[in-house]
């Protein structure tokens, strides 16, 4: 079974030396809390790329497609004649589909986010702290019982106003 | 209203208005800071409670009116055929432009990374929302018979009896709930890391676990914060053409039709430049006052209002060009009935109506070429009211006489709203400002995280500033 | 024409009676109006039908002839609108009269019928009729039966005989034609009683007096067709002068030749709708129109007649270029028509001066023709007749009175004091339907049934009997006054056995018996004669020394309302909304000043001003009109009656308030241009009620027109009037290729599959027709009878009245509030141009301009603006051409209307189709006339004209269910049925075989708009002016 160890800092360059210093040493797996995102962090922990991107491009391909397609399925499914005009006339319908790209595109969007980013999540897990959306940053380090002590050590080197283990 | 400010949490003045390059809030010291005056602005007021009585006031007003013009019909409204559409629609027009800066703030400014928005993008995106929920309700309202509006709705049904694509009143349905479901998510994923900060500094236990569901559980992590990056990146990316299309496929309900004046290919930029140009009137009606008795003024700095006052001034430039490039092909596209409403529209029947609206535009807002006008918060508010008149007016100098002065000289006539129409435009105002007010009091009006993402981080360097230990 | 080709199937033979077991007591119960219906859809369509009534229906155990529920009945008879006495085809559905049309096949208006005609029905359903016997106890009438009401009548006869005073008694009659006038002296001669006298206040005396003294005739037929010149002598013949229809039709008949047809002169100080439709106007001021024809006399035959052209200018306030040309016009234009009208106390004289001059200019006979005349006008009283009695009445001579139709109380001059008089008579009975001010002053009311519930004949021309039959059973609990007569007869054995059972039988005792009777009634018509009644007594004249006596630097020119005539239109809401021809007023009286004279008075329109005259003085908005001379104001009678129902109460003025007794002594017509009057602005202004937006074309080329030159030298294109649009303007010859192929958008390219209905090739077929219509601005003299009949068709509600407008709006409330917000609901409407260059609100007084009237309706386009924006598919394109509204489904955008270039859509503001509204349009029984095809339009929806849908659709089932193709000209639509000019023409234009292709490929054709590119279903044909041959040259 895993503990872990929390160390919150004042100062982000503490913070982000720490987190250096923890994946030097292969200590656990690593959550940062911080008030604002920073690119410290980022460059500390070098994270893949999100892949949200991926769900707006597929939501707002089929968007587009299905406005397309209901304006034009509807027009021709009753075909009556307005002014003169085409029973289904492409060039106006291009509004639907834009809009429609827009609006699935970007809900999916959202929905990408959610899934990646975990949320929503019911309950607050071990290594929160209030304080991580005030002033401080969080250290969060996942690891196996013997290596708990290592954590701590570097997480007071590196100045951590306070340190807790927590199961 | 001094009751509405907290405390200034500074015995020392601030110094607001010196930015330097790395530091655009030199006032601003930590993290905390912010967090403590931005929550302070949620404590209500007696002042606060007053305003959204007048604003419900209004509203029930409104409603009274619209029960009446339902029960009578729409006779009861100013209409005088073929002025077939008046205040509603106008008021419409309005509403929807009004949503319009709110966007361009939060998100082409963000995709252009204008520092200047991250204090005022809040406020605007709300604003946004709200204005557009509020002219949602106006095409309802103005219809013959209003409890059949979903008719207007590709809604499934048996007999396969579909709305008519072609119409740019169909076009209007989709791009506008587009709009608001788009512009309202992004202004709540914007909003979920700032309801985490609340949620953190609530003690009332109820009120904190509402606010644990609005964020979602959110926690701040780096992961979090990569993918909201992303996900806000994207709906920047979606919203900026959307804003664009939107008051465009507004302004087809005039351009695709053929009356004199409505009949123009020029409507669709014409009436973006002066959707954004009125919602930067707003803007600046509401939080001049909200920057002042927020006690925000360290925030929402005069660099910002000097910033957003040239963007104003540009739109008007704009839409003033639009007004002359308007005349100059009537004239030169020498169609006479185009001429006779134009000439009509200027120096006939309603004169007095295209003055306000050129006055207001055009001329007034030269007034911002002056660098010390900009950065006077009392003459921009002054400013933006005279700008909501204005803008407001020009729907109604597009609209009225176009509709009365159109081929059929037999039925040419004029148009006199109605205490009705009043009431139901009053009631819209109502409408707006009573979410607009419990927006401010529940939720931060300046972003909290994006402020903190421009304030300077505590190194360890700076142990001498004071820090824990 | 026949039947057949009206549109309106064969008239069944035979009478509706026992149709309708209902006889309502006193109100009408909607349990006895259902046993009329009898089971049928309609019941539940028409009239909200509750639940607690349904129970009660009685369904026909055994159907009464011809009555098939859901089929129309056609059943012919006779106008009693006017004396002219038209022929009358009243459809009538499931025992219920929905409207009146004219009978095809009748001499006098040849299918034809004018608005008042078509406004008939609201008086028959009109809701303040008299709902039975009414007598006077304590002061008011209360309602009584029929029994006692006729007791009461005949113990009083006695008692006037055995008194003695029966001689002096006075009996005043509607004027009508027929037998009954001399069934009726007969009557009163058999009670002892003086003859009746027969008065009609519309009359145009003084022109009786000089036809009978010329040609021995009371009307002569006028030939305008025969004519090369017609020159009218202030004869309104196209207002309601004389007798409205036949003058028309002759008139639209004459002006289709076109090149060949007449040039009209008007002499009149003010340009009536005749003069409108005159090619030039000569405004003799008013009472000098006399000397003007005296001075012609004199130019023409050299005679000496005391006056010269120059004397006769100066006097009439004329060029005397004007007066010479004219001479010389008539001098080489003959054959020529010189009509005599006018209302002056020199009428008669004048009228034989224009008979004298007739003559030499050898008209009589060409284009006068005294041996076709027609017998209207046979028997009328003089207005001094009706004066004299007054005086009788005053002095207390008058101990009974009887008064039936007509309404001198309202019709007289005020200095008659005749409602005064009229209550000095001990006991005055009333045969009247309505409550007007004469009859609401009686102590017995024996209400007589409307025209189209009773019997009786006409002789309109000589030889012809037009028969008069009830079309449906009784609305009310009314009787016809010749029953009454007969059973009050009946009463006393000494004349019992001069009648028969009633005066249905009478009748056909006189005509041949029942089997004559059945076998004439389908068409109405047979030969024969009607008994001819007593010749007026002539009466001595009385003049207060009028134009001339009295003071005043205004002329006071008082003429009869073409809509309303002396008043009689008034509680019809149909004719109270029909926007006047000339001034486009409804609902209103308004005080017509010209421009220049409003100007000096520092008057502005709808301004109140006060006109003040030796008898009384009133005060009403100013209207603006530049058809008037400058020292002239015009008043239009028939408004301000203070009585005669919810309609006519409490809107306008009545003119006569301020007119002497002014008689002409020749003819004892009451003049009524007869005085002086003085104008000055009063407080207070308000709104006109009038449908005029904008009173001239701007050079749209909306209504267009070209000189019979032109014509002739075949230049029918006028580029000046095309105003130039961004789309080519050449003229789409026809309809057939362009609209049928563009109005089906892509489904109309030949390579497109599955067209659906739009495939000329579906079953259906209806993709074959183009339904289009055709209207002759030639021919069309802008009377609006076209507008009536749309409304009468198609349900249109009424909006004008003072409780339709907002419950509660302080600023609008009040008569008209509708309309002065532009929101009438005229499907067709009738717009009048003048040519000027200025806003015809400020400009000088120039008599020489043109007027172009054209009626404005859907015009069906091609490419229909108001279709691709409706969200809602509410109106859409049907295969046969029509843009077709769906009720149901408009949610009301209105966005339609917004991009309706013709401005012809109109939207139910408020719930005028709601019996529980204050705006219903239809108050019972006034809804018994809906038309059961068509729907009663709810709140919140647009509507407009449909072609008549509901007729082509009829006659495509009867054709399919006859197993046959629609035969070419089968129907038509209301209006081009109504027209009395036959302007309009109605068919497929797909089809060469129907008379509208041809219209559309005449010369003259055009489309309004048609640089839209709407490709309209309407198409026009340029009207054609007959300018001076000098002038002509010159142009």
Request: hydrophobic content about 45%.
């Amino acid at each position: 079974m895993m503990q872990g160890m929390l160390g919150a800092f004042r100062e982000i360059d503490a913070a982000v030396a720490a987190i250096e210093d923890l994946k030097e040493r292969k200590v656990g797996a690593i959550t940062v809390f911080t008030p604002a995102p920073r690119h410290e962090f980022e460059h500390a922990l070098k994270p893949p790329r999100s892949p949200v991107r991926r769900y707006t491009l597929i939501g707002a391909l089929s968007g587009a497609v299905f406005g397309y397609w209901i304006a034009i399925w509807a027009s021709e499914s009753w075909p009556l004649v307005v002014g003169g005009k085409a029973v289904s006339t492409w060039v106006p319908y291009t509004i639907f589909s834009f809009e429609l790209m827009v609006l699935i595109g970007g809900l999916s969007t959202v929905a990408g986010f959610f899934i990646h980013a975990r949320i929503p999540r019911v309950t607050m897990t071990v290594g929160y702290d209030p304080r991580f959306s005030a002033g401080h940053y969080g250290v969060w380090v996942q690891c196996a019982p013997e290596k708990l002590r290592d954590a701590e050590a570097i997480l007071r080197r590196y100045g951590a106003e306070e340190v807790r283990g927590a199961e | 209203m001094a009751t509405l400010a907290p405390p200034s949490p500074h015995d020392a003045p601030h110094r607001p208005n010196i930015a330097a390059a790395g530091q655009p809030l030199p006032a601003i010291r930590d993290y905390e800071q912010v967090d403590r005056e931005i929550l302070a602005t949620l404590r209500p007021t007696k002042g606060w409670f007053a305003l959204l009585l007048v604003a419900v006031a209004c509203l029930g007003l409104g409603i009274a009116a619209w029960m009446y013009q339902i029960q009578q019909g729409l006779g009861v409204a100013g209409y005088n055929p073929p002025v077939m559409w008046g205040v509603y629609i106008i008021t419409f027009v309005f509403w929807i432009g009004i949503g319009h800066a709110g966007t361009l703030i939060s998100a082409i400014l963000f995709l252009f990374r204008a520092g200047f928005r991250t204090t005022i993008y809040r406020c605007a995106e709300a604003m946004t929302v709200f204005a557009v929920m509020t002219a949602g309700l106006f095409p309802i309202l103005h219809l013959g018979r209003p409890w059949k509006f979903f008719w207007l709705v590709p809604y499934p049904n048996w007999r396969f009896i579909w709305p008519q694509f072609k119409s740019p009143l169909v076009w209007d349905v989709f791009a506008i709930s587009t709009y608001l479901t788009i512009s309202a998510t992004f202004l709540f994923i914007g909003l979920i890391p700032d309801i985490a900060t609340l949620r953190d500094r609530e003690r009332n236990p109820v009120k904190k676990r509402i606010l644990s569901a609005l964020s979602f559980g959110w926690r701040n992590s780096e992961r979090e914060w990569r993918h909201f990056a992303r996900a806000y990146l994207f709906l920047a990316a979606f919203s900026t053409p959307l804003v664009l299309s939107v008051h465009s496929v507004v302004s087809f309900d005039f351009a695709m039709s053929l009356v004199p004046g409505w009949h123009t290919t020029i409507f669709a930029p014409y009436f973006v430049a002066g959707a954004i140009f009125s919602g930067m009137g707003m803007v600046f009606t509401i939080i001049i006052p909200i920057r002042k008795f927020f006690r925000l003024e360290h925030y929402v700095t005069l660099n910002v209002m000097d910033a957003g006052a040239k963007l104003t001034l540009f739109t008007s430039l704009v839409v003033g060009c639009a007004y002359l490039v308007e005349f100059f092909i009537a004239w030169y596209g020498a169609v006479p009935v185009e001429q006779d409403y134009f000439w009509n529209r200027l120096f006939g029947q309603w004169w007095w109506a295209a003055w306000i609206m050129l006055t207001c535009n055009m001329i007034l807002p030269l007034s911002l070429f002056s660098q010390r006008l900009r950065r006077n918060p009392a003459w921009l508010w002054i400013l933006s009211l005279f700008i909501n008149l204005g803008m407001w007016f020009e729907r109604f100098v597009i609209i009225v006489p176009g509709l009365s002065h159109e081929y059929e000289p037999w039925q040419w006539s004029g148009y006199i709203p109605t205490w009705v129409d009043y009431s139901i435009l009053l009631g819209s105002f109502g409408w707006f400002f009573m979410w607009f007010l419990l927006f401010i009091k529940n939720l931060p009006v300046v972003a909290i995280t994006e402020v903190k993402e421009i304030v300077p981080p505590k190194v360890r360097a700076g142990h001498r500033h004071g820090g824990g230990h | 024409m026949s039947a057949d080709q009206a549109g309106i199937g064969p008239p069944r033979v035979g009478t509706p009676e026992g149709q309708s077991p209902g006889r309502a007591e006193g109100t009408v119960q909607r349990r006895e109006f259902l046993k009329v219906l009898g089971v049928t859809g309609a019941a539940t369509t028409l009239v909200g039908c509750y639940s607690e009534s349904i129970e009660k229906l009685i369904p026909y155990v055994v159907s009464p002839d011809n009555t098939v529920p859901g089929v129309s009945n056609y059943y012919a008879t006779t106008c009693r609108e006017c004396p002219a006495g038209c022929g009358l085809l009243v459809e009538t559905r499931d025992g219920r009269a929905i409207k009146a049309e004219g009978n095809p096949d009748h001499p006098v208006n040849r299918g034809a019928l004018c608005a008042r005609g078509q406004a008939g029905v609201q008086g028959l359903y009109n809701p303040d009729r008299y709902r039975g016997p009414m007598l006077r106890e304590g002061g008011t009438l209360v309602p009584t039966t029929w029994d006692r009401a006729i007791q009461t009548l005949s113990t009083k006869l006695a008692e006037a005989r055995n008194s003695g005073a029966a001689a002096g008694a006075v009996f005043i009659n509607q004027h009508e034609q027929g037998s009954f006038p001399a069934f009726l002296d007969q009557w009163l001669a058999s009670q002892g009683l003086p003859p009746h006298l027969s008065y009609d206040a519309e009359a145009p005396l003084g022109a009786i007096a000089a036809n009978r003294a010329q040609y021995g005739v009371a009307w002569p037929k006028l030939d305008f067709q025969a004519a090369k010149l017609v020159v009218s002598f202030a004869a309104d013949y196209l207002d309601g002068w004389g007798l409205t229809v036949p003058q028309q039709l002759a008139f639209a008949e004459a002006r289709a030749r076109l090149e060949g047809a007449p040039r009209v002169v008007y002499i009149g100080a003010r340009r009536s709708l005749t003069g409108l439709n005159s090619d030039a106007w000569i405004p003799a001021r008013p009472g000098t129109v006399k000397s003007v024809a005296d001075a012609l006399l004199g130019a023409i035959t050299g005679r000496a007649t005391g006056v010269t052209l120059a004397q006769a200018a100066d006097q009439a306030g004329v060029s005397a270029a004007a007066l010479e040309s004219l001479a010389a016009e008539l001098r080489s234009a003959r054959p020529s028509l010189l009509i005599a009208g006018g209302a002056s106390e020199r009428a008669a004289d004048m009228a034989l001066t224009v008979a004298e001059l007739n003559r030499v200019l050898g008209n009589v006979g060409v284009t006068v023709k005294p041996f076709e005349g027609f017998l209207a006008y046979e028997g009328v009283a003089s207005q001094a007749a009706v004066r004299a009695a007054a005086e009788q009445m005053a002095a207390g001579r008058v101990a009974l009175a009887f008064v039936r139709g007509a309404n001198p109380a309202h019709t007289t001059p005020a200095p008659v004091k005749f409602a005064e008089a009229f209550q000095k008579v001990p006991f005055k009975v009333s045969f009247s339907s309505y409550p007007d001010e004469t009859s609401s002053l009686c102590d017995l009311v024996l209400p007589d049934h409307h025209g189209l519930e009773s019997w009786g004949d006409a002789e309109p021309v000589r030889g012809t009997l037009g028969l008069q039959q009830p079309v449906m059973d009784p609305v009310f609990n009314t009787r016809a006054t010749a029953d009454v007569l007969i059973a009050v007869a009946k009463a006393n054995a000494a004349t019992a056995f001069r009648y028969p059972a009633d005066y249905r039988a009478w009748i056909a005792s006189r005509i041949g018996g029942n089997a004559a009777l059945a076998a004439a009634l389908p068409t109405g018509l047979m030969r024969g004669a009607a008994l001819a009644a007593w010749a007026p007594r002539p009466v001595a004249a009385k003049s207060g020394g009028g134009l001339a006596a009295s003071a005043g630097e205004y002329f006071l020119y008082a003429y009869h309302s073409p809509a309303l005539g002396d008043g009689r239109g008034a509680n019809k809401p149909w004719l109270q909304e029909l926007p006047d021809p000339v001034t486009k007023i409804a609902w209103q009286t308004v005080i017509e000043l010209h421009p220049e004279t409003a100007k000096k008075l520092g008057i502005a329109e709808g301004d109140h001003a006060t006109i003040e005259t030796g008898q009384g003085s009133l005060t009403a908005p100013v209207y603006l009109y530049i058809g008037l001379r400058p020292d002239t104001i015009a008043l239009a009678t028939g408004r301000g009656h203070t009585a005669y129902g919810r309609y006519a109460e409490g809107c306008g003025a009545n003119v006569m308030a301020l007119l002497p007794v002014a008689e002409d002594a020749r003819s004892g017509a009451q003049a009524l241009v007869s005085t002086k009057a003085t104008i000055r602005k009063a407080v207070g202004r308000s709104l006109l009620v009038t449908t005029e937006g904008s009173g001239r074309q701007h050079g749209r080329g909306i209504a267009r027109a070209l000189t019979a030159e032109q014509l002739a030298q075949g230049e029918t294109h006028d580029e000046h009037e095309t105003f130039r649009g961004q789309a080519k303007t050449e003229f789409l010859p026809g309809l057939r290729s362009p609209v049928a192929n563009d109005a089906q958008g892509d489904l109309g390219d030949p390579t497109s599959k599955d067209k659906g209905q739009y495939d000329p090739a579906h079953w259906s077929g209806a993709a074959k027709r183009r339904w289009a219509m055709t209207i002759d601005l030639a021919r069309c003299t802008g009377c609006s009878a076209c507008v009536t009949a749309c409304y009468a068709e198609n349900n249109i509600p009424t909006v004008g009245a003072s409780w339709q407008g907002p419950q509660f709006l302080p600023d609008r409330t009040g008569l008209g509030s509708n309309i002065t917000r532009g929101r009438e609901m005229a499907w067709m409407r009738l717009e009048r141009y003048f040519e000027i260059d200025r806003e015809p609100k400020d400009v000088e007084f120039d008599p020489d301009f043109e007027t172009r009237l054209i009626p404005m309706l859907c015009q069906h386009c091609g490419n229909a603006p108001c279709e691709p924006v409706c969200p809602v598919y509410a109106t859409y394109h049907s295969p046969d051409g029509l843009n077709v509204q769906v009720y149901n489904r408009c949610v009301g955008t209105r966005y339609c209307s917004n991009n309706c270039p013709y401005k012809v859509r109109y939207f139910n503001w408020f719930g005028y189709g709601e019996p529980n509204r204050q705006q219903y349009a239809f108050p019972e029984p006034l809804h018994w006339q809906l038309n059961p095809d068509v729907t009663v339009r709810a709140k919140g929806v647009m509507e407009k004209c449909t072609f008549c849908v509901q007729r082509i659709r009829e006659a495509q089932n009867r054709a399919k269910l006859e197993n046959r193709e629609l035969q070419p000209d089968e129907f038509t639509t209301a209006c081009a049925q109504a027209c009395p000019s036959r302007a309009i023409v109605f068919g497929d234009a797909a089809d060469e075989k129907w008379s509208v292709t041809r219209r559309i490929e005449d010369a003259r054709a055009y489309h309004v708009f048609e640089e839209l590119n709407t490709y309209t279903a309407v198409v026009y044909l340029k009207k054609v002016n007959h300018p001076p041959r000098a002038a002509a040259a010159k142009a």
